[in-house]
């Protein structure tokens, strides 16, 4: 029997684009695991979204960061059957390489900077294009 969430989970990921490029990772466990995405994960108790955004990016990919704005805010929600197994509500922000070295670590995978016309041919999570057009970008 799957076991039912008792409500959302409040997350945050981070799209970072630099010289034509974006920042994604290789998720190394569930949700999502071995698909590539945004860093990000979700926010602590206490913590403001965007000192979660700063925190989770440094944990999955080695990089300090700086949050600008809201890219666009989405739910990511698992079912079987009729079950919810995890809901995440993810609050996509556009953030800034402020310094480090990247590397995988955390629970990413991988870590790679992709060139933005290559995104299409990686497996991503559901509707990561789709979103990323929505937030103005070319892929």
């Known amino acids: ?19 034509g490029q974006i920042l994604l ?34 944990e999955e990919t080695g990089l300090k960061v700086e ?7 989405h739910d990511v929600i698992q079912r079987v059957d009729q079950t919810v197994i995890w809901h995440y509500v993810i609050i996509s922000y556009f953030a800034s390489v402020v310094s480090g070295c990247v590397q995988a670590s955390s629970d990413a995978e991988a870590v790679e900077w992709v060139p933005l016309d290559q995104v299409k041919n990686l497996n991503t999570t559901d509707g990561l294009l789709e979103r990323l057009r929505s937030a103005g970008l070319d892929v």
């Not at 698909?35 to 989770?56: M, N």
């Open 1 to 19: 029997m799957c076991k039912r969430v008792s409500g959302p989970i409040a997350a945050v990921s981070a799209v970072i684009v630099q010289d």
């Open 67 to 73: 949050p600008l704005h809201v890219a666009y805010v």
């Open 25 to 58: 990772v290789k998720r190394g466990a569930e949700p999502n695991k071995g698909l590539w995405s945004l860093p990000g994960g979700a926010i602590e108790l206490g913590e403001t979204a965007s000192d979660a955004l700063v925190r989770e990016v440094m």
